[in-house]
């Protein structure tokens, strides 16, 4: 027996990257899988989005594991999208037992910068709202909601030596502290119920969204146009322990473990997996 053998995972952001890999970890001890996708670029996002063959890719890993899986095209920042994807999920497997709201986009050094704003806030937050939301109805005791947030969320950034200069970047930040006090919220009015809900922060994960350009100048601003190589050594600056970043599967042995019966009593937390990088900016408190 798997340790989420014959449960369901409703996950967005699922065509590749973190998403892909907790789609698979899930798969791997026992979950049948819905997994959604915009598999579109954005205009004021610097780095390609997911495609639909990335989709497709998703679906024969999770099939490799003996699973089943409903893949669907829909954008978390369209509340009715997320209805209709649960909906074919639900249709074809029965059941919703866990959410991953893992969709997510950065939109550092996007122009321009109002609507790269609005994407991020839009993808990040009220994508996450409106996965969670659409999922709520059919959530019964004994389930699992997990959001993807991030360490930029719980890092010191109360002082903005410019304001207005790079709106995308700010909206990262601050969907992540929102979409961290939506489910905080959740979780003690879904406690009663016996349904949980936990963030799962990472710090860098190496993945699509790091490994880009507009990452890459957020990291080395003194370069025009900065490598992988020019990059890569500041990128340890984010965490404690000595690494430049994490994988996809070191968030999805969270996201597993939160899934499962092993974390029953596990509600309302912010769980990192960050090397040690919150330890950078706050002192010890209860």
Known sequence: MGRVEGKVAFITGAARGQGRSHAVKLASEGADIIAVDRCEDFSTIGYPMASQED???TARLVEKEGRRIVTVKADVRDAAQMRAAVQQG???????????????????????????????VDTNLVGTINAVQ???????????????????????????????????????VFSKRALSQFIHDLATHLAPAGIRANVLHPTNCNTDMLQSEPMYRSFRPDLEHPTRADAEPAFGVQQAMRIPFIEPEDSSNMVLFLASDEARYVTGMQMRVDGGGYLKWYDYHI
Not at 97 to 107: E, K, L, R, S
Not at 150 to 165: I, N
């Open 55 to 57: 989709l497709d890719e």
């Open 134 to 172: 659409a999922a709520l109805p059919h959530l019964g005791d004994g389930a699992s909601i997990i959001a993807t947030g991030s360490t930029a969320a719980l890092m010191d950034v109360s002082k903005v030596d410019q304001p207005g200069k790079d709106l995308g970047g700010a909206a990262y």
């Open 90 to 120: 639900i249709d074809e497997l029965g059941k919703i037992d866990i959410v991953v709201a893992q969709a997510g986009v950065a939109g550092m050094k996007g122009e321009p910068q109002r609507q790269a704003w609005a994407d991020v």
